[in-house]
């Protein structure tokens, strides 16, 4: 599609729950990136894509976050048994080719996924 | 280490003011791109503008400028004769050559009254 899109809108889950999300990237674009807005205002970066490689997980808090895109199905985002902590706007972007000079590198981003722990 | 400051965490105007938005970046490395991104209340994050670190040129679109300094490491974003719609969190970025990842401020909240 010609946009980042991402379900559900809103996700509310109990402590300890687990949490999917979704995120279908713009058609042709090979990269992926989630970030976590958290407060309104910070964003923290989670992990990128390549295709359905990992190209950068530095983010990720690994114990009980995890992210997958396979070829032919949206990408996701899992989150393992829920903290309250874990309560953000989980945003997903797409771009071309961010390791080259040459050619549009923005990143276009989905309009977030708001994961509410109680 | 990396690191984008925004200091003005939230700036009132009345409709028709000019207003310029400050952005101050820190980085060793000698290439690197700066965005802007809008994030109007509904939420979704709006793509503004990329500046490669090579590239010192002053740019207008419209009614928004951007004005990028290195000497200062500064990439300020001016919006001429706001309206309400203007009115969003302005978020100004970080990306650097060899990484991927955006690093973000702490975003400016524009508050536009008519």
């Known amino acids: 599609g010609e946009e980042v899109a991402q379900t559900p809108k809103h996700l509310v889950r109990g402590e300890g729950q687990k949490a999917k999300l979704y995120c279908a990237p713009i058609?042709?674009?090979?990269?992926v990136f989630w970030y976590q807005q958290v407060l309104k205002n910070e964003f923290k970066f989670l992990i990128s894509?390549?295709?359905?490689?990992?190209?950068?997980e530095t983010g990720m808090p690994k114990e009980r976050f995890s992210a997958k895109c396979l070829p032919n199905s949206p990408c996701s985002l899992e989150i393992q048994a829920t903290k309250l902590e874990d309560s953000a706007v989980y945003f997903c972007?797409?771009?071309?080719?961010?390791?080259?000079?040459?050619?549009?590198?923005?990143?276009?981003f989905g309009p977030g996924t708001r994961l509410t722990v109680l | 280490a990396q690191k984008v400051t925004q200091a003005q965490t939230e700036i009132s105007v009345v409709e028709k003011e000019d207003v310029t938005l400050d952005c101050v970046y820190e980085?060793?490395?000698?290439?690197?791109?700066l965005f802007w991104y809008k994030q109007p209340p509904s939420g979704e994050l709006v793509f503004l503008i990329r500046?490669?670190?090579?590239?010192?040129q002053n740019e207008i679109s419209g009614r928004y400028s951007w004005n990028f300094q290195k000497s200062t490491s500064s990439f300020n974003f001016t919006i001429t004769a706001s309206q309400v719609v203007d009115s969003a969190v302005y978020f100004c970025?970080?990306?650097?050559?060899?990484?991927?990842?955006?690093?973000f401020g702490t975003g400016t909240r524009l508050q536009v009254f008519p």
């Open positions: 058609k042709g674009h090979s990269y």
């Open positions: 970025a970080l990306r650097l050559y060899n990484t991927d990842k955006l690093i």
């Open positions: 980085t060793r490395d000698t290439t690197y791109y």
């Open positions: 972007a797409s771009s071309q080719s961010p390791l080259l000079a040459e050619g549009p590198i923005e990143q276009f």
């Open positions: 500046r490669n670190s090579f590239d010192e």
């Open positions: 894509f390549q295709n359905e490689n990992v190209f950068d």
